[in-house]
Every structure is written in structure tokens, then in C-alpha cells.
């Protein structure tokens, strides 16, 4: 993903995301709610090995710019 054009933009938007998500008023969100929030998506069954690895890379980048614990990873890949 670093090779990506874009990253630093893509990462810029995302902090913003995430500290607007901070800042809400609104009751906290769980992982998945926050994740959607700064643009994780769900699969769509893509059969395309390509299109999967990029979403799994781009879903695990999204969890570790969260700080999300490697023990509920795996519930929030699935919940996406």
C-alpha cells in the first residue's frame, strides 16, 4: 500500500477521520462502526485474487491505524 500515489493523502484523510470520530458527541462507536467511518468496506466476493488481497491490506491497515488488538482482528474482518 505505501507504493500507492495517494498514501499520504489516503493517511491524512483517515487521521482526520479517526479524530473527528474522537471528537463526536455521539455514543462510541464499536471497531467496525469506527472502521466503516474512515472507509473500510465489505467484501463484495470479488473472485479476483488481487481484488481480495488488496481489500485484506487495505482492511489490516485500517485496523492498525486504529490500534485495534490483534484478538479482535479477526471478529472485525468478519462484522465488516
Known sequence: M???PNFQQTLELLTQALY?????????????????????????GDGDPAVAEEWI???DWIMEVMV???????????SL
Open 57 to 59: 491490506e487495505r482492511t
Open 20 to 44: 473527528k470520530t474522537g471528537q463526536s458527541r455521539d455514543p462510541p462507536l464499536g471497531y467496525a462502526d469506527q472502521a466503516k467511518r474512515i472507509g473500510a468496506t465489505n467484501f463484495d
Open 68 to 78: 485495534v488488538p490483534q484478538n479482535r482482528r479477526v471478529t472485525l474482518h468478519h
Open 2 to 4: 505505501s507504493g500507492d
